[in-house]
C-alpha cells in the first residue's frame, strides 16, 4: 500500500487507501453529423451539475478522435432542459 513518486527530483511517500466510486451513468446518445458540428439529442437528465455533463460530453468526442472521428473541440453547448447539446470542432472533418 506504500508506494514512491519521483515529482521534480522529490520523491513523495504516498499510501493508496480504498475508497467507494459513486455509481456510474450509462446511457444512449443521438448525434446528427455535419462538416463541423456534430448535434447531440436525447441526453438524459442525470442529477450532476450542466458543466459537468458539458465537459462530460467535450471528453468523449476529443477522445473519439483515434476510432473515426472526434478531434479538438472549440465548443460545448448543453441545454439541459432540452437534453441537447452540440459540439463544435476547430476542424471540419
Keep these: 500500500s506504500k508506494h514512491y513518486v519521483n515529482l521534480?527530483?522529490?520523491t513523495a511517500n504516498v499510501t493508496v487507501k480504498p475508497f467507494e466510486l459513486d455509481m456510474?451513468?450509462?446511457?444512449?446518445l443521438h448525434i446528427t453529423v455535419s462538416?463541423?458540428?456534430i448535434n447531440v439529442s436525447d441526453i438524459p437528465e442525470l442529477p450532476i451539475?450542466?458543466?459537468w455533463m458539458r465537459d462530460k460530453l467535450?471528453?468523449?468526442?476529443?477522445?473519439?478522435?483515434?476510432a473515426e472521428g472526434g478531434g479538438e473541440i472549440e465548443k460545448v453547448?448543453?441545454?439541459k432542459g432540452?437534453?441537447?447539446?452540440?459540439?463544435?470542432f476547430l476542424k471540419p472533418g
Excluded at 467535450?58 to 483515434?66: A, G, I
Design 8 to 10: 521534480d527530483n522529490r
Design 82 to 88: 432540452s437534453g441537447t447539446g452540440v459540439i463544435t
Design 58 to 66: 467535450e471528453l468523449y468526442f476529443y477522445k473519439t478522435e483515434q
Design 24 to 28: 456510474g451513468f450509462q446511457f444512449e
Design 35 to 37: 462538416g463541423k458540428k
Design 49 to 51: 451539475p450542466e458543466e
Design 77 to 79: 453547448t448543453y441545454n
